[in-house]
């Protein structure tokens, strides 16, 4: 058993975990996999398929990029509209940084591509756009999201 700790806490708190690595194949979707040989059932209505695409696309560049012991993974960072473009959220990636900063960190985030500008204004550099589309799996348009870092 190899103990690890999630970067996924819920009001500041970090549950530790126990999970038997031996048995996932290594790939991105192994844990996924392994929910599904559990007799985990797929909502109804859901593309299976478009999830796992959207899932290891996200979980390939974590696994590229970031070290859970080292650096950040900035989530759910957002500005309510009317208090946007007042440099709030300036502020809040400046905090941020500030952190990594003293740690010696980089911080990776995923973005909507409508945010990517305000992003790399910042310094945030794309390392890749995660785009899959949707007519592929019965819907239009695509899907998109960016994976980002800044080192400080």
């Not at 708190?13 to 126990?18: G, N």
């Not at 999970?19 to 194949?25: N, P, T, Y």
């Not at 809040?92 to 500008?117: E, T």
């Amino acid at each position: 058993m190899t103990a690890f700790k999630p970067d996924n806490g819920v009001d500041g708190k970090i549950e530790e975990k126990s999970v038997d690595i031996e048995k996932f194949d290594g790939s991105a979707t192994a844990p996924i996999k392994q929910k599904m040989y559990d007799g985990w059932e797929t909502p109804a209505g859901m593309s299976f398929d478009l999830f796992m695409r959207k899932v290891k696309g996200s979980i390939e560049c974590k696994q590229r990029d970031y070290d859970a012991e080292r650096d950040i993974m900035l989530d759910l960072c957002f500005v309510d509209p009317e208090y946007q473009k007042l440099g709030i959220g300036k502020m809040l990636l400046q905090w941020g940084i500030d952190i990594a900063d003293k740690q010696s960190s980089k911080i990776c985030l995923v973005s909507m591509p409508q945010a990517r500008k305000f992003y790399e204004t910042g310094g945030w550099v794309l390392r890749e756009n995660l785009d899959i589309d949707l007519g592929a799996h019965g819907g239009s348009g695509k899907y998109g999201r960016c994976w980002m870092i800044i080192e400080v």
